[in-house]
């Protein structure tokens, strides 16, 4: 399922990518809620290093599959391994030392309403430091000049540190967020639709923040996105899915894998039409039930 | 459309299907609450699980002993006084018919530290902390910040629901002692001021009626209480459906739910304790 395409950009930088085993690999995953299926026999590898947009309808279960990558949904069946490691055998232990070296950019920022924002980013640090030995401890003046430091670096300005997620914009949560995601540099930055909502500056702000923070140290990232302009600037390789409802017989739900300047010459009208943002029949197809 | 139908179908009669439906609904409904049960049960088994696995940070300990303990001491003394007052007015209707006004002393505090002031110090927790616990949790569902915890390796039980657990837990006896002794007074300073009790007497015959394990039963009532609220408000707060309806629902149901439970437990421990404890209860100091 995953493509054989050769990767561009910074993932084409690193040395013997192709021998390098995948940082996460999804085997045949299905996911349901209830009676009703999201994800039907999902395949696909995220390589080390490089950006991948996951994109699709409203309700084609990107987000679902995001939150499977870390054990946030339990599929009914398949595999989930994160560095080799299948996160259904994990314990929970495991598993919760897994994900702190994931970052997860929640679609509404998710930060904590009873927190600043200083206390939001430096959260992370303050629980890894309750689980490390007493000399390797950060102290708070440490911890607060980190949280300086990655507020500077998403574009905001100190005084925004002692202030609530309620008191500031939806583009500043989205890029606290992104902060408090990487302040303890993870290996894989998850980014569940970061630029919904926002308006075209304050969007690119967040693609060149997700492109800079890729720059800063090697990450792999993996974004759902509606937006056809984060997937083409931001990402290495594209991933397509198709609601399960909407499938025609035994066709798979990944309909495209590749690099996204081959998005604008694939023949199949599903893809064109969601690159292109085009209804076509869909407003009869609904009406109709 | 004027075609006539010529299968032949079966009738069902319409008492039959009424049965059939009113059977379904029974058993969906016997269904549902073993379920849910079962999933309040485990999760009861987690936060005990939980509490002797990991350490508590003091930080989120002292904020949810704040929000519970220290927030709603005023609601509780006056609920306290007024019921008191409130015993001592219906009291003295009824034993002054009898010329028994000076033994209410006895009713009223004997009605407070064994029923009264646990069962209302528990209702206005579960009123004006567990229905917050729920709406704050059910919120934090919603808007993804329980996954935001899960997803920074953090178990929302250990750091969210084990501090409220336990701070009830710590807090509910001191609240139930608040509310008895504002009872108490309210109770006596109303007999004193208004129907003119002779204070003497009204202690008297107190002591000589209400003993040490009167206010045991009460306190002991009160964790008992303060553990449902807390699990209960937390469970419903966690498993919060999607949408303000959903938070709506959440806190509604934390505190009916903790409320019949309360009676429930109340009516259990008031059958049990009596029992299991009576050579004690005997042998008990007189405490007023």
Known sequence: MSSQLPLQSATSQQPNSSFISPLVEVCQLCVSFDERVVLQDITLEVRRGETLAIIGESGCGKTVLLKSLIGLIQGQSGTVRFDGVDLC??????????RTRTGFVFQGAALFDSLTVAENIAFPIRQSNSNIASDTVL?????????????REV??????????PMEISGGMRKRVAIARA????????????????????????INELIMQSRLQHTVTSVIVTHDMKTARKVADRVIMFHPIDRLAGEDAQVIYDGPPSLLDRHADLRITQFIHGEAGQRVTELSEG | MNSVDTTVTPTTPPNA????SLLRNITDSCTNFTLQLGDLTLFTVQILKWFFRRKMRPGTLVNACFQIGVLSLPVIALTGLFIGMVLAVQSHFQFSQIGMANHMGAVINMTLVRELGPVLAATMLAGRVGSAMAAELGTMRVTEQIDALESMGINPIHHLVLPRVVAALLLIPTLTIMADFMGIFGGFAYSYLALDVDPHLYFQYSRDFVGGWDLLTGLIKSLFFGCTIAIVSCYYGFHCQVGAKGVG?????????????????DLLLGMGLDRLFLPLQSGGNALI
Do not use: W
């Open chain 2, 17 to 20: 299907l009424r049965s059939h």
């Open chain 1, 182 to 205: 990487n302040i303890l540099n993870p290996d894989l930055m998850l980014y569940d639709e970061p630029t919904t909502g926002l308006d075209p500056i304050a969007s690119d702000v």
């Open chain 1, 89 to 98: 055998k994990t314990t929970s232990a495991e598993l919760a030392q897994l």
């Open chain 1, 155 to 164: 574009g905001l300005a100190d005084n925004v540190c002692q202030r609530y």
């Open chain 2, 249 to 265: 629902r959440a806190a509604t149901a934390a505190f009916v739910i903790s409320f019949v439970l309360i009676l429930g437990v």
């Open chain 1, 139 to 151: 102290c708070d003046e440490d911890i607060m000049s980190l949280v300086t430091e990655s507020v």
